[in-house]
């Protein structure tokens, strides 16, 4: 199995989200969705652009190595 990084070497997670519903507009990559917890971001999607994380006044996402984020779970 190769393990590349398949888009960017970056992905966007959250932790902390508090609801506020501001930084799915903001994601061209429509990476971002909402359900009862609040934010979620697709890996798949996500190509690490960090857009989203200056539109998150509660600093609840973070850019982190693509890499690192599959090591966990
Ligand atoms: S880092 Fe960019 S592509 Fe990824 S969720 Fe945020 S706005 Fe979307
Ligand atoms: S901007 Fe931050 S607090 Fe607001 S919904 Fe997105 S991740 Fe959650």
């Keep these: ?3 590349g990084p398949r888009k960017s070497e970056k992905v ?3 932790v902390g989200c508090t609801g506020c519903d501001s ?3 903001v994601c ?3 990476a971002i969705t909402f359900d009862h917890e609040g ?3 697709d890996p798949e999607r996500c190509v690490g652009c960090a857009v989203c994380v200056d539109e998150c ?3 609840a996402i973070r850019i982190v190595d693509r890499n690192e ?3 966990k779970e």
């Design 39 to 41: 934010a979620h971001i």
């Design 28 to 30: 061209k990559a429509e």
């Design 69 to 71: 984020q599959q090591g």
């Design 12 to 14: 966007a997670i959250v």
């Design 57 to 59: 006044a509660s600093e």
């Design 1 to 3: 199995m190769e393990h």
């Design 23 to 25: 930084c799915r507009w």
